[in-house]
């Protein structure tokens, strides 16, 4: 079974995607070719744009279910809202005004089981699409993406666990921004997490939200500073108070910066920042031993 590695930042711009791709790529090219890459990021996901030569070899749509209700059928009888446990079902009889809210069901079933009438349905819709890539020998990426205003980010990402290449040596996750519901889904299953901060005060502010949810969830996890020589020290103060693993810095460099912004990251890696990625590689190949 793969070992999965969680890549999170409390917050967007840190430099989350940087460190996936770019720990990707290095395990790729200096350790194991049988390695995945997962998008998990799905209301913005780019990990794909630096991977040029990446080719699809499957995409597949995911739907959600929604119960539809007949109001000629419908007696109003609230059985359906009674069984609801997400709150999804409005009814007001007096006025014969029933709907149901797709952004809170679940599409457990339980309404159609609940109704005696016959007077609901299902109805799918999509909330967006898994896409695979493959950018030569065992090495694959997948990718996630929501719909755009669809709020099913869990059940996408729950999917894209799911197709995940349990066969793969490791697999690094992309989480998406934030200590939110989407990141939980992420991480829940993941062996390893890391957090990628920077030395500014905002980082170390949405550092303390991401260490404080690995705690609850009893996650393993490290640190990697990103932007390292920018910003003050109290990042690096924290870290050491709270005695948590210190695993790379990654310098910044304005020009490898502006190979991000013109999506060649992973061409030309100054070796001072290549040697950060080197390390963390052998830090999980290591910590794969020792779980
Ligand atoms: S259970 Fe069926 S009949 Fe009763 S309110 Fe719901 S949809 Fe209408
Ligand atoms: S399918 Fe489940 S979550 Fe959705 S409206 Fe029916 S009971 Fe509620």
């Known amino acids: 079974m793969g070992y999965k590695v969680a890549v999170c930042s409390g917050k967007g711009g840190t430099g989350k995607t940087t460190v996936a791709v770019s720990l990707f790529s290095t395990i790729q090219n200096k350790w194991t070719k049988n390695v995945q890459l997962i998008d998990c990021d799905v209301e913005e996901p780019n990990d794909l744009l630096f991977f040029k030569n ?4 499957n995409r597949s749509i995911v739907n959600q279910a929604v119960p539809v209700i007949d109001e000629s059928k419908c007696t109003f009888c609230r059985k359906c809202e009674e069984f609801c446990e997400f709150n999804a079902i409005s009814i007001i009889p007096s006025v014969k005004y029933i709907a149901v809210d797709p952004n809170m069901c679940h599409s457990c079933g339980a309404c159609l089981y609940a109704c005696r009438q016959e007077a609901i349905a299902e109805k799918k819709y999509s909330i967006g699409e898994l896409t695979e890539y493959t950018i030569g020998m065992k090495t694959d990426i997948l990718e996630g993406s929501l719909t755009i205003g669809s709020p099913m980010q869990t059940r996408i990402i729950k999917d894209l666990k799911n197709r995940a290449n349990e066969e793969a040596d490791i697999l690094i996750y992309d989480a998406p921004p934030g200590t939110s519901c989407p990141v939980i889904e992420t991480v829940s299953e993941a ?36 932007k390292a020589g920018l ?30 912004a013109q999506g060649k990251l992973l061409a030309d890696i100054p070796p001072i920042i290549e040697q950060e990625y080197l390390k963390l590689a052998i830090y999980l190949k290591n910590r794969i031993q020792y779980d």
Do not use: C, W
């Not at 990446?54 to 070899?57: E, S």
């Open 54 to 57: 990446a080719k699809i070899i």
């Open 191 to 226: 062996d390893y997490v890391l957090l990628v901060t920077e030395p500014t005060p905002f980082g170390l502010y949405d550092l303390r939200l991401t260490v404080n949810l690995m705690n609850e969830m009893q996650k393993p996890f490290g640190i990697v500073v990103n």
């Open 231 to 260: 910003g003050d020290r109290e990042v690096y103060d924290y870290i050491t108070n709270e005695e948590i693993d210190l695993l790379a810095e990654i310098p910044f460099n304005r020009n490898y910066a502006s190979q991000y």
